[in-house]
């Protein structure tokens, strides 16, 4: 039996997107190796070229470059197989440049969320990259659908649904991330997969839709199936695999962590966020450099008026530093207790699926 996720011409053979993880966690590696076993794999373009020689001095620039060289490097270990995308934030600063440089890449998909990606379709004109928005509402989903379709006369390719239970950066109030019930949030995934089929029904074309915030095994990802999506992201579930980006120590943290360490947290750019609990987040008295030199990460970040540098603590974590670093995670990352391979997981999102050996 097929299950393959089809996306507006794109074919992925197992319905799994691997989520974009920023910094540095989701980059080729991991990407490359998700879509050699017929997944979507996704390169976070959040600071992607922080391990550059020049990007202390011109980061953005050095970004820019970045993508494209790791677009070519995880397809070159995904052999044909699957898809490569990556996930830009709308929050990034000269968003349209990472958009258009991910397109010249050759970059099969583009997942974006933190904001509102309203002039995403009018940077891949006449390209094969698809695009996704990331919603977490049925108001989010109606809102980006009426405007690409009153401005530019087009429905998304697919649409990517973040739960609450998800990692890094999150599309809800803090109160709402405290109190939001399972059962509640399953009624919001079905209207945002009626607004998919409203617009869908108008453009003739299936709009598929994945469902991503908590999907760690297979039941998980049946539950999601069965709600009626197309198929799901996972982010969490790829960090504590060897083809991981991210520093063994990084890796670490969540087989360390037990359920109590997965906490929210403010994040400086204002958003709330979860994390893994670690020194850094305890540390209430956090002093900035005196050195201190902004990355261009933000378009509306102000480092007059935060606590600390967001692309500082997230590339400490990454690195290994992490009594330095903040250390993103899903709410499931305390289920991690081993090391795997991405093969060994996406055999068992192939079961769930269906699929057949």
Known sequence: MSRALMINGLTAPVPVIQGGMGVGVSLSGLAGNVAKCGGIGIISTAQIGYQEP????????????????????????????????????????????????????????????????????????????RIAPVVSSIKSASVICRLWDRKYKRCPDLMVIEGPKAGGHLGFAREELEKITDAEYEKEIQGIMEVSKEYGAKYGYHIPVVVAGGIYDGTDMENALKLGADGVQVATRFVTTYECDASDRYKQAYIDAEEEDIVLVQSPVGMPGRA????????????????????????????????????????????????????????NAFRAKKLEHVSEIMEEYKKAAGMCE
């Not at 709308?90 to 933190?114: C, H, M, N, Q």
């Open 276 to 331: 893994v609990k670690n020194a850094f987040i305890l540390d209430k008295e956090k002093d900035k450099p005196e050195n201190w030199k902004c990355h261009q990460c933000l378009e509306k970040c102000n480092p007059a008026n935060i606590p600390y540098c967001i692309t500082d603590a997230l590339v400490n974590a990454v690195k290994g530093n992490l009594d330095q670093g903040l250390i993103f995670c899903g709410s």
């Open 54 to 129: 020049e990007f202390e001095e011109h980061p953005i620039e050095t970004n820019l470059k970045a993508i494209a060289k790791h677009i070519r490097r995880a397809k070159e270990i995904a052999g044909g197989c699957g898809a490569v995308g990556v996930n830009i934030m709308v929050a990034t600063r000269r968003y349209e440049e990472y958009v258009k440089a991910a397109v010249k890449a050759g970059a099969d998909l583009i997942i974006s969320g933190a904001g509102l990606p309203a002039v995403l379709p009018s940077l891949v004109e006449k390209s094969r990259t």
